[in-house]
Structure formats: structure tokens, C-alpha cells
């Protein structure tokens, strides 16, 4: 099945930093890589996704980059803000119906 | 609109308890999804659903069965519950499968003694 692999686990910056997370994936056939932002005592919500199709995709301060060739995706968020802090997975789906998740990133924003 | 909805919030079973944890939505989402959360593990797929009356296995099934009695309701039962079952479970639903976006509920915390 499906391997992803997300990185860092763990991820603390300073406000108005950037923030950068890598997943990788181990199926060419994947062709749908959401991202989900998971607050505290909440349930996970996508922030933004891109398709196979695609090689970058933008929403104001957080973009997706996707490399079909090395396999690989990455989170950016530009001028983090504190409300950025949460946790963040990355996502991966190739057929089936499944989405399979990386471990998440914890991402502490400090004033 | 309540989106999806997820009870009980929290729950402390003692092994070899059974229970079962309601999925809600009012969205007149097709396919519905039971997940669990463990620290460093993300979510994996228990269970999902395609439609009313359907259900299918996911990445970690064994020790769980699931109904899709009504098309927005999907409930999640534990026979026998086993400490590694101790988790944080996660309904989510989407109008057309995998290649969308899910919508979660808010999570059930549930710890097995």
C-alpha cells in the first residue's frame, strides 16, 4: 500500500517566518495530495490541495509545491501569524477511496 | 447547518466492554469515513462507507464493524474493547470519495482500562 512520510514532526518558528513541510509519497499513481490543519480539540480541515496535473498551488500566505518525479510535496506558509500554530498532515490518494495520511507536523508559532 | 457531528465527546471503557460511537451529518454526503488518531501515526482509515447501506474495510479494521443504516448516520462499534484500541476516533464525510475534500467531526476521545 501506500507509504507517506512527513517531515518535521515538530516545527517552531518565529512570527513572520516562513514554515515548510515535506511529505513524500511512494506511489506514482497517486493524484491527489490535500493539506489538513488540525487545531486543538478539533477535527482536521483542509487548508489547501493540489492534483497530479498541477505542479504548485497558491492561497494567499500558504502554497503547495508537488514533484511527481521525486515523489515529494511540501506545505509553505509565508509570514506565519500565531493562529497558524496547529498540527498539520499531509495527505496522499491514489485509488481505493483511502487517503493515506503522513504523521503530522506540530507547528509552534512564537510571538 | 451542524456539519458532522460525532457522540459521545469522551469515553473510559474497561476491557472487554462494548460500544458504539455515532457519526452525524446533514450534508447529504454519500461517502462517510471512520478514522483513528494516534500520537505520530496521523489518521488511519477504520472503516467507510459509500453510500447507505454499504460499508468496507479500511487500513485497520480488525476489531471493529460499522452500520450505514440511514445515509446520514454511520455508526462505529467496538465488541470487545482492548486497551489498543485507546485512541482518538474521527468521523469525516465527502459528497464523492477519495479525491475530495473530507469534512470531520469533532472527535471522540475514548481510553480502554
Known amino acids: 500500500g501506500e507509504n507517506v512520510e512527513q517531515h518535521p514532526s515538530t516545527l517552531s518558528v518565529q512570527e513572520g517566518d516562513s514554515a515548510v513541510i515535506k511529505c513524500t509519497y511512494s506511489d506514482s499513481a497517486s493524484n491527489y495530495f490535500p493539506w489538513y490543519k488540525q487545531e486543538l480539540g478539533k477535527g482536521p480541515q483542509l487548508i489547501i490541495d493540489i492534483r497530479s496535473n498541477v505542479g504548485e498551488k497558491k492561497d494567499q500566505r500558504i502554497a503547495v509545491t508537488l514533484n511527481k518525479t521525486a515523489k515529494h510535496f511540501s506545505l509553505h506558509i509565508t509570514e506565519t501569524q500565531p493562529e497558524d500554530s496547529a498540527v498539520y498532515f499531509c495527505a496522499v490518494y491514489n485509488a481505493g477511496n483511502m487517503l493515506t495520511f503522513g504523521g503530522g507536523t506540530r507547528l509552534m508559532v512564537k510571538p | 447547518n451542524a456539519g458532522v457531528t460525532q457522540t459521545p465527546k469522551f469515553r473510559v471503557l474497561k476491557t472487554g466492554q462494548s460500544m458504539t460511537l455515532l457519526c452525524a451529518q446533514d450534508?447529504?454526503?454519500?461517502?462517510m469515513y471512520w478514522y483513528r488518531q494516534d500520537p505520530g501515526m496521523g489518521l488511519r482509515l477504520i472503516h467507510y462507507s459509500v453510500g447507505e447501506g454499504t460499508t468496507a474495510k479500511g487500513e485497520v479494521p480488525d476489531g471493529y464493524n460499522v452500520s450505514r443504516l440511514k445515509k446520514q448516520n454511520f455508526l462505529l462499534g467496538l465488541e470487545s474493547a482492548a486497551p489498543s484500541q485507546t485512541s482518538v476516533y474521527f468521523c469525516?464525510?465527502?459528497?464523492?470519495?477519495?479525491?475530495?475534500?473530507?469534512?470531520f467531526g469533532p472527535g471522540t476521545r475514548l481510553t480502554v482500562t
Open positions: 469525516a464525510s465527502n459528497p464523492s470519495g477519495g479525491a475530495a475534500e473530507q469534512y
Open positions: 450534508m447529504n454526503h454519500e461517502y
